[in-house]
């Protein structure tokens, strides 16, 4: 009995000693020790959570969807976020930025090459395996929600046929339409969303969360990596109209808490910043995107692997 004291009287000093390390940790965040000691704290209380939501954050599919006829082999699913004409454009080393000019290039370079666009719920199945996308199929995403995106992708983007999603922040979406002035950031309105409906489909990118404010280990990040917001964000954009289960993680941060909560409220797909194509059998809730600059030449983008012969 004694011996069995002695244990667990130790184990409680480790734990005590945990407890201290991470809250030193947490005060003095700048050191690459503390910075350790943080890390791992956030490494168990993940690997505690998936213990306790197990039979939650089970993949949505069992196993690798079967190959379908006729399907694409993969699809790349481009992001943009900022439009400007090349004249305006202050920050050129800015990579959520793209010229006007490049962008309507790349589109050209599409609808010259043959490409059709899928919408999220076309997405949806094809990486789940329940549809086709044919070969040349490619998804077109926008972030944030910015007013230029409605004055100058949409034009070009009607022209071509094409469809886009664009992932929105709630609380940027304007009540009345404002006064458009290419050289000042803006967000759309109301009445520009339902304007470009035949074009645009809307989902979230959250509704107040798209800010670094919260600090862990000495690192900003989103808001979003506070779960205790999550579901009350939630809530909020779903009230504005903008309820389907489709999600962009802000700054592309996610993890295992951030991912339960989104599903547990109804979402079936996210997109991440991470590069890649979207496949057959990809994660749903991680799904990766294709950055495209204004430098970008579409045809290397979209074929890697020619620029490698």
């Known amino acids: 009995m004694a011996r069995y004291r002695k244990y667990i009287a130790a184990g409680l000093f480790s734990f005590v000693l945990l407890i201290a390390a991470y809250a030193t940790a947490v005060a003095h965040p700048g050191?690459?020790?503390t910075k350790k000691i943080c890390t791992s704290w956030e490494m168990a209380k993940n690997k505690a959570f998936i213990i306790k939501h197990k039979q939650a954050l089970k993949p949505l599919a069992d196993s690798?969807?079967?190959?379908?006829?006729?399907?694409a082999e993969r699809v790349?699913?481009?992001?943009?976020?900022?439009?400007?004409p090349k004249a305006d454009n202050s920050e050129p080393d800015n990579h959520s930025i793209i010229d006007l000019e490049s962008f309507e290039q790349g589109m050209e370079y599409l609808h010259t090459n043959g490409y059709k666009t899928a919408t999220m719920e076309q997405l949806e199945k094809y990486i789940n395996g329940e549809g086709v996308l044919p070969e040349k199929s490619v998804v077109i995403t926008f972030d944030d929600g910015y007013q230029n995106n409605i004055v100058y992708a949409y034009p070009i983007l009607k022209k071509y046929g094409f469809h886009a999603a664009m992932f929105v922040v709630g609380s940027h979406i304007q009540q009345k339409?404002?006064?458009f002035n290419s050289k000042k950031s803006s967000f759309l309105s109301n009445d520009e969303m339902k304007a470009s409906s035949d074009v645009?489909?809307?989902?979230?990118?959250?509704?107040d969360l798209h800010k670094k404010e919260t600090a862990l280990c000495g690192i900003a990040y989103s808001s979003l990596a506070d779960a205790s917001l999550i579901t009350s964000d939630i809530h909020k954009i779903k009230e504005l109209g903008i309820d389907s289960p489709y999600f962009a993680y802000p700054y592309g941060e996610m993890n295992t808490q951030i991912i339960y909560h989104l599903r547990?409220?109804?979402y079936r797909m996210a997109f991440s910043?991470?590069?890649?194509?979207?496949?057959p059998g990809t994660p749903p809730m991680k799904v990766p995107r294709l950055t495209v600059i204004s430098s970008t030449d579409m045809h290397t983008l979209l074929h890697p692997e020619a620029s490698l012969h």
Do not use: C, D, W
Not at 64 to 71: F, Q, T, V
Not at 200 to 207: I, L, W
Not at 273 to 279: H, I, K, P, T
């Open 64 to 71: 690798k969807p079967l190959a379908l006829a006729g399907n």
């Open 273 to 279: 910043v991470r590069s890649g194509f979207a496949q």
């Open 76 to 84: 790349p699913v481009l992001m943009y976020h900022y439009i400007t």
């Open 177 to 179: 339409t404002a006064i």
């Open 264 to 266: 547990e409220n109804g």
């Open 200 to 207: 645009f489909e809307y989902h979230s990118h959250t509704f």
């Open 31 to 33: 050191t690459v020790v």
